[in-house]
Structures are given as structure tokens and as C-alpha cells.
């Protein structure tokens, strides 16, 4: 699940905005091994960035699952915290 840009650059292919209209992984049209799959791919591209080092793999594995969580999740609605009645303001 890559995409490439012009310049040769690879990155993870855009989710259809259709199918993440749920939350999640299966509501985004991609089951868990698919997630998993995004992940390890992210997870490669950020280990090859840094030229393979040893010593950061769980820092690339982390950032991937973010990354990827991001394109496949929706963003959380904003929520309003309750607000204190106006007499106990003063």
C-alpha cells in the first residue's frame, strides 16, 4: 500500500475518504493484517531514512503506528468540556 510521487519518493497511499467515513481499521475498508501490513511498510521506510542504524527499530515501529492511524482513523471530534453555571463563576 505505497504510492509514489513524482520526484520518486515513496509514501503511503491516500485512504478513500468513503471508507473511513467509520472509525478504525475495518471501517476505513482495510482489515487488521492490511493495518499491520501499512505499519511494517511505514516502519521500513522510516528505518531506511536513517540508514538502517540498529537501535531505533521500536521508535520507527511507534512512529509508523501513528502515521498510519492518522491516514486510517478519523480525526476525534472536538468535545466542549461542561461549562460551571454562571453563578459559581463570580
Known amino acids: 500500500m505505497t504510492a ?6 515513496r509514501t503511503l497511499a491516500a485512504v478513500d475518504p468513503a471508507k473511513a467515513a467509520g472509525s478504525g481499521a475495518a471501517a ?4 487488521a ?7 511494517a511498510e511505514a516502519a ?12 531505533d527499530e521500536l521508535l520507527d515501529w511507534l512512529a509508523a503506528e501513528a502515521e ?3 491516514q486510517l482513523d478519523p480525526a476525534p471530534s ?3 468540556l461542561p461549562q460551571p453555571p454562571a453563578e459559581a463563576v463570580a
Open 28 to 31: 476505513s475498508g482495510c482489515n
Open 68 to 70: 498510519v492511524s492518522a
Open 44 to 55: 521500513y521506510f522510516h528505518a531506511e531514512k536513517r540508514g538502517f542504524a540498529p537501535g
Open 78 to 80: 472536538p468535545q466542549r
Open 4 to 9: 509514489t510521487t513524482q520526484s520518486g519518493r
Open 33 to 39: 493484517e492490511q493495518r499491520q501490513t501499512m505499519i
